[in-house]
């Protein structure tokens, strides 16, 4: 990647000081926009807004809300970005924010820590074949205490 | 909270608040369409980092399907990446002294993983009926509509009512509750399971369509080999009997009766069962069913 003046869209997968954007652009303005459409087409209660906020909070980040792209591309031109940054979604919904902010200003992601790397994608369909892959790669990383 | 509070210009939303009161305030004026009120689980790493230090996972693996079971409650941190699966799993391994105590948590974190790959590899699919019911019923046999006593929470069953009420006021379900509402919703009330997961979705602060859609769709038998249900001894069990006692409706209980006869009741014969070993979620099915896996809690008993 190679941004000189990115700033950081944060969203709502990775509200977390291990948020790999933050970890790779500790420096850099970052910004978490509440998603205005979502909220009120999902009828998000507030509860759920408050604890995303509690979270926000958490970071060192300016919140806003409206259309989230909007919001952060306007971000991006407050701070003369050359680009943004932020960490990959798993949600279609932020991904298709991520495109429309990648149709005006490069937008870079980058993998949060991943649960178990596999060396090949698994077979899904069945939690099962999954775990059979995957079971015996999570425990590698065990070894007791004494 | 961090010192490194960047420079507010018009439009930003505040980052100071005087108490939690001023944040609900807050967030009344700028969102008043979202109902409720704030939960008292509290966002935060701080918080998460509470949840982190109770896990006990020997206690978990023997009383998870219990309400009252040593559950983790870490789903909404984990869900909004406070907390990566990584840590948690990291976390695990720190306090277990040998992989037979870790297992059934980490299996379940292993669902968590599971679920997001799933959504992945389906997109916006994952709110279609991923395979036809095997209720007997047609699709269009259920209300897309929630009743309105149940979004009221008067229905006079105890258990759903006070499921319902928890719902609402804290955003968090024990997953059982969860299972036991979904199969309520879809078998007895005959609500398409998309009307209950919507439902859920505005509440639950682990809202996550990937988990509980796919869970509704388990329920429901449309990403499943069979429907789940269960029967007032069951929930009585899990629940401590601490909804029966009491009920207005322990005489009347739509729930009372063997699996059998609930089942007779339920469902339609449909004439065959897909039972070639090619259903996507069969080993699922039986793998959950018998273990009591906490993603879907079953703790259905053997008949």
């Known amino acids: 990647m190679t941004f000189q003046r990115p700033i950081l869209w944060i969203h709502e997968e990775a509200l977390g000081a291990n948020n790999p954007a933050l970890q790779a652009w500790p420096e850099a303005p970052a910004v978490f926009v509440f998603d205005t459409r979502w909220i009120q087409d999902a009828k998000i209660s507030r509860k759920r807004l408050g604890f995303l906020y509690e979270n926000a909070l958490n ?45 005006e200003l490069p937008l870079g992601l980058l993998d949060p820590e991943a649960f178990v790397e596999l060396p090949r994608p698994p077979r899904l369909g069945r939690f099962s074949r999954y775990w059979r892959e995957a079971e015996a790669v999570v425990w590698k990383g065990y070894s007791p205490a004494c | 909270m961090p010192s490194a509070a960047p420079p507010s210009i018009n439009g930003d939303l505040p980052r100071q608040f005087a108490s939690r009161d001023a944040l609900n305030t807050l967030l009344a004026q700028e969102f008043p369409e979202a109902e409720g009120e704030l939960s008292p689980i509290r966002g935060g790493r701080e918080a998460a980092d509470e949840k982190l230090r109770r896990i006990d996972a020997r206690r978990y693996a023997k009383s998870r399907n219990n309400l009252k ?46 679920w997001q790959r799933m959504w992945l590899d389906l997109g916006d699919g994952i709110n279609n009926d991923q395979e036809p019911f095997k209720t007997g019923h047609d699709a269009g ?22 499921f319902r009420d928890q719902l609402i006021t ?74 029966c006692d009491g009920c207005p409706c322990a005489k009347s ?51």
């Open chain 1, 59 to 103: 970071l060192p980040l300016t919140l806003r809300k409206g259309d989230v792209a909007a919001e952060v591309l306007a971000f991006a031109r407050r701070h003369q970005a050359d680009g943004v940054v932020s960490s990959s979604a798993v949600d279609p919904r932020l991904k298709r924010i991520g495109e429309a902010i990648d149709a």
């Open chain 2, 69 to 114: 079971g040593a559950v983790t409650g870490l789903s909404p941190y984990i869900r909004h990446g406070v907390l990566t699966l990584a840590e948690v799993r990291d976390s695990v391994f720190a306090r277990i002294r040998n992989r037979d105590e870790g297992g059934k948590l980490i299996n379940e974190l292993g669902w968590r993983d599971f």
């Open chain 2, 141 to 162: 046999a259920y209300s897309r509509e929630l009743p309105t006593d149940v979004r009221d929470g008067t229905t006079g069953l105890a258990c759903m009512d006070g």
């Open chain 2, 170 to 243: 804290t955003g968090w379900l024990h997953n059982h509750a969860r299972m036991w509402m979904a199969a309520w919703l879809v078998h007895w009330r005959r609500v398409h399971w998309k009307a209950g997961a919507d439902w859920f979705m505005q509440h639950l602060l682990d809202g996550d369509p990937a988990s509980n859609h796919l869970s509704w769709q388990w329920v429901a038998s449309t990403f499943s080999h069979k429907p789940y249900f269960f029967n007032r001894g069951n929930l009585e069990r899990y629940s401590d009997g601490s909804y």
């Open chain 2, 253 to 303: 209980c739509p729930f009372e009766g063997s699996y059998e006869q609930l089942e007779n009741q339920l469902f339609t014969p449909i004439p065959t069962i897909p039972d070639s070993g090619k259903s996507r979620n069969q080993q699922r099915n039986r793998q959950s069913r018998s273990s009591g896996g906490a993603s879907a809690a079953l703790a259905r008993p053997k008949r």
